[in-house]
């Protein structure tokens, strides 16, 4: 099922008894985080999505937790269960793809039917039936601060719309965005996005032509460079600029799409009517030369300048920590476009688990047809909750020689943004590397750390704290697969502990006579 827009979905949320609406008046600070907090982490008949419907100071609704479990994840990307994200795209890849992994991944874009899957280009949108381009302000939107130590409000639930400033190529992106005031935000995108790397783009290119007075690409609907926008007195903006939209709301499908580590290349929005089964509605921005979601909330236009930094943080993030206070670059808003009674889409992080882990086991679950496409040895693939993404990733394979874990663990820190898993855990094929308890005991019982473990150093996320350095770090690697003579170990490996099925099935039988 596609949905239109976020209303649809929130309608259906409630026809299915997963929304709750609360019509008691509440703070945007701290007191909305609390709630969602608890409700996230209760009993998985109370963990709902929260419609806030009288937040202090607002005559704007808040929703928020709507991606917060694994049902309405699921039907946000109009299927029943995460696990028919990856059937889908397993079919997509039923073919011998010829290549590098890199090759194989720009042919992925090419099998999506882009008849069905393009966006559709309208004149008038939901999204702009109140424009404000005089005086825009971000003052009227019920931007959370979420922890007690945050460095402000932030933005959390974004899809940031920009373009390559060399080739034009759109992406969307989704940072947290820090409210410095009513006209300006920081624009958290780190180094590994494609946000960042516009922006450095941007930048190269400037310093190679000094004599530009404008960074715009080319307008995708006249072929010839758009005006640059400008800020609050109505003066050009400087250049180098990025034009910068930033869509609040709209299709679910988007909104993940957002989210996900798609390869170079692939536009989210194809993506997305992929997802969905027909193309997004979009419409031309009217102060920068973007084009945005025509179904959104809201959205804010602006532009980055490249070369300007701000303090940015701290901010209670998904690591269960604050993130450090680091400079970022500045978005300034130029137009505010929105419904006539809009709702604020918006998130929160923090201590797993929380409704971003649930975008992120989307992603898991569909990407796994890819990372079996590159190494068909893999069978299943776990990160969980407590491994916050890129700190633990647990993946079960077929093994049939020596070193094949490692193998396969160098290859999944070759896969993109999986060049930030801290650390991968490698078992046999027949664990469920979704029982934790089961994989902990075949890791602790089966490793001899000398063997079995594999530390090297990397690339890391931005946010890890316990890095070497900032962006760097080390890897862990555990092998934690039987050893059997293929491995040449020092002793006989021994059998597992099993019944035989005769009495398994004979104790099945008689279970009520014992009156246990």
Avoid at 21 to 31: G, I, M, T, Y
Wanted: aromatic share 6%.
């Amino acid at each position: 099922m596609a949905w239109r827009d976020l209303r649809e979905f929130v309608d259906h949320l409630q026809r299915r008894g997963r929304l709750r609406r609360v019509a008691a008046p509440v703070s945007r600070d701290l007191e909305i985080t609390e709630i969602t907090d608890r409700v996230s982490k209760g009993a998985a008949d109370g963990n709902v999505a929260l419609l806030f419907e009288r937040v202090h100071g607002f005559d704007t609704p808040v929703l928020i937790n709507a991606f917060g479990a694994a049902d309405r994840m699921a039907w946000a990307l109009g299927v029943e269960r995460l696990d028919e994200l990856g059937e889908r795209m397993a079919k997509l890849l039923d073919l011998r793809l010829p290549g590098t992994f890199a090759e194989r991944l720009a042919k992925l874009g090419t099998l999506i039917d882009v008849v069905k899957a393009a966006p559709r280009r309208v004149d008038t949108a939901p999204c702009q039936e109140l424009v404000e381009t005089a005086a825009p302000s971000l003052a009227t939107i019920p931007i959370l601060q979420c922890w007690p130590g945050d460095a402000g409000r932030f933005i959390t639930l974004p899809c940031v719309f920009s373009r390559d400033p060399v080739t034009g190529a759109r992406n969307v992106g989704m940072y947290r965005l820090q409210v410095f005031d009513d006209r300006t935000l920081g624009m958290h995108w780190q180094t590994h996005k494609g946000g960042a790397e516009h922006e450095r783009r941007a930048l190269e290119r400037a310093l190679a032509e000094p004599r530009r007075t404008s960074t715009s690409p080319p307008s995708e609907l006249t072929g010839h460079a758009a005006p640059a926008p400008t800020d609050r007195a109505g003066q050009a903006a400087p250049a180098p600029t990025i034009h910068i939209a930033i869509a609040l709301g709209g299709d679910p499908a988007l909104i993940y799409a957002a989210s996900a580590p798609l390869p170079p290349g692939m536009d989210e929005v194809v993506f997305a009517g992929w997802l969905r089964g027909r193309g997004v509605e979009m419409v031309k921005c009217r102060t920068v030369d973007l084009e945005v979601p025509a179904q959104a909330e809201f959205v804010l236009e602006g532009w980055v300048d490249p070369a300007e930094r701000r303090v940015e943080g701290p901010f209670g993030d998904h690591t269960g920590y604050y993130s450090l206070a680091r400079p970022y670059p500045v978005f300034h808003l130029t137009a505010v476009t929105r419904r006539a009674r809009p709702i604020y889409p918006t998130t929160i992080v923090g201590r797993p688990p929380q409704e971003d882990y649930w975008l992120g086991k989307a992603t898991e679950r569909l990407f796994l047809p890819i990372i079996r496409l590159m190494l068909p040895e893999v069978v299943d693939l776990n990160m969980p909750a407590e491994g916050i993404f890129h700190n633990l990733v647990i993946v079960s394979i077929r093994k049939r020689y020596p070193g094949q874990a490692r193998k396969v663990m160098t290859a999944l820190w070759g896969m993109g943004l999986m060049a930030l898993a801290k650390t991968i855990v490698v078992v046999s094929d027949h664990v469920d590397v979704h029982d934790l308890s089961e994989v902990a005991w075949r890791v602790t019982g089966n490793i001899d750390p000398r063997r079995d473990l594999m530390v090297l150093e990397g690339p890391m996320d931005d946010l890890d704290h316990a890095a070497l350095r900032h962006r760097y770090g080390g890897k862990l690697g555990v092998d934690a697969t039987e050893k059997g003579p293929l491995d040449e170990v020092g002793q006989p490996w021994p059998d597992e502990i099993v019944m035989t099925e005769e009495i398994r099935a004979l104790v099945s039988r008689r279970w009520t006579e014992y009156g246990l």
